[in-house]
């Protein structure tokens, strides 16, 4: 009953991380004002964001395979 709640939990929490992620990486655009630094920035927290949401879809689906076992 616990890895149920965990399985949806972390798919859940992935899907809120590439939410964010997704929402960042949309809105990323070089305009007049930009700096290099906050450009860069803001590509590698999209990045990071998207990763972490991965990771957390590939421990759901781990735990719901050591479910079915």
Do not use: P, Q, R
């Amino acid at each position: 009953m616990k890895t149920e709640f965990v399985v949806h939990g972390y798919w859940i929490i992935g899907a809120i991380f590439m939410t964010f992620g997704c929402l960042i990486l949309g809105n990323v655009e070089w305009v007049e004002g930009t700096t290099k630094a906050s450009f860069i920035i803001s590509l590698v927290l999209a990045f990071l964001l998207l990763l972490i949401g991965g990771l957390f879809w590939i421990s759901s689906a781990i735990n719901a395979k050591e479910m079915i076992k």
